[in-house]
């Protein structure tokens, strides 16, 4: 949807554009999954030893934690991708 408003907005569509969404989203997907499964599976192990009910402390750190990693995974994610587009660019106009 990105790439077909920014085409509609231009009048182009830059191939690699819509590489950087695609690279940027999927690696952030992939590492936020992976980095909350831990989170929620360490915090799930933790309150069974502390005696605590693990659906009362999982649940509510699992939404605040997905939503602020997986916004700065895509900041980051997009702004080290973002950085080698620009080299490969600068490498073929020289």
């Given at each position: 949807?990105?790439?077909?408003?920014?085409?509609?907005?231009?009048?182009?569509?830059?191939?690699?554009?819509?590489?950087?969404?695609?690279?940027?989203?999927?690696?952030?997907?992939?590492?936020?999954?992976?980095?909350?499964?831990?989170?929620?599976?360490?915090?799930i192990i933790g309150s069974k030893?502390?005696?605590?009910?693990?659906?009362?402390?999982?649940?509510?750190?699992?939404?605040?934690?997905?939503?602020?990693?997986?916004?700065?995974?895509?900041?980051?994610?997009?702004?080290?991708?973002?950085?080698?587009?620009?080299?490969?660019?600068?490498?073929?106009?020289?």
């Amino acid at each position: 949807m990105a790439t077909l408003l920014g085409w509609m907005a231009d009048g182009q569509m830059t191939f690699s554009h819509i590489v950087l969404l695609c690279s940027t989203s999927l690696s952030t997907v992939f590492m936020a999954s992976l980095l909350q499964g831990i989170v929620v599976v360490g915090v799930i192990i933790g309150s069974k030893r502390m005696g605590i009910n693990p659906d009362n402390v999982a649940t509510p750190l699992a939404a605040s934690f997905g939503d602020l990693i997986t916004l700065a995974l895509l900041a980051c994610f997009s702004q080290w991708f973002y950085s080698f587009m620009g080299k490969r660019n600068e490498k073929t106009l020289v």
